[in-house]
């Protein structure tokens, strides 16, 4: 099990950029497979990108393919968002997860963040 600590949300133009990180602890941060989910108000949570245990692999959903870009660093344990061309529907708040070893774009992960506010205006 590990703990998990987003950082990084705000409050950004359409069109600007923001980095979330995510911090985890707790276990061997390199058996666990990333994923970050979002969720707007009044809709379910959703799949934006993931990446496997060593990071070779990433994962992206059609909405943010191009713009937004998932990376890990292991000896800092911790996982990125880099998210670029913001656009107002990309407002929600944005959560990280960890599953050991496999990787899955569903909400199927054990170990959650607490969520990070990500507010783009038009």
């Known amino acids: 099990q590990v703990q998990l600590v987003e950082s990084g949300g705000g409050l950004v133009q359409a069109g600007g950029s923001l980095r979330l990180s995510c911090a985890a602890s707790g276990d061997t941060f390199s058996l666990y497979a990333m994923a970050w989910f979002r969720q707007a108000p009044g809709k379910e949570r959703e799949f934006v990108a993931g990446?496997?245990?060593?990071?070779?692999?990433?994962y992206y959903a059609d909405s943010v393919k191009g713009r937004f870009t998932i990376s890990r660093d292991n000896g800092k344990n911790t996982v990125y968002l880099q998210m670029n061309i913001l656009e107002p529907e990309d407002t929600a708040v944005y959560y990280c997860?960890?599953?050991?070893?496999?990787?899955?774009?569903?909400?199927?992960?054990?170990?959650w963040g607490q969520g990070t506010q990500v507010t783009v205006s038009s």
């Open positions: 997860a960890a599953r050991r070893f496999v990787f899955t774009k569903t909400t199927d992960y054990g170990d």
């Open positions: 990446m496997g245990r060593i990071g070779g692999n990433t």
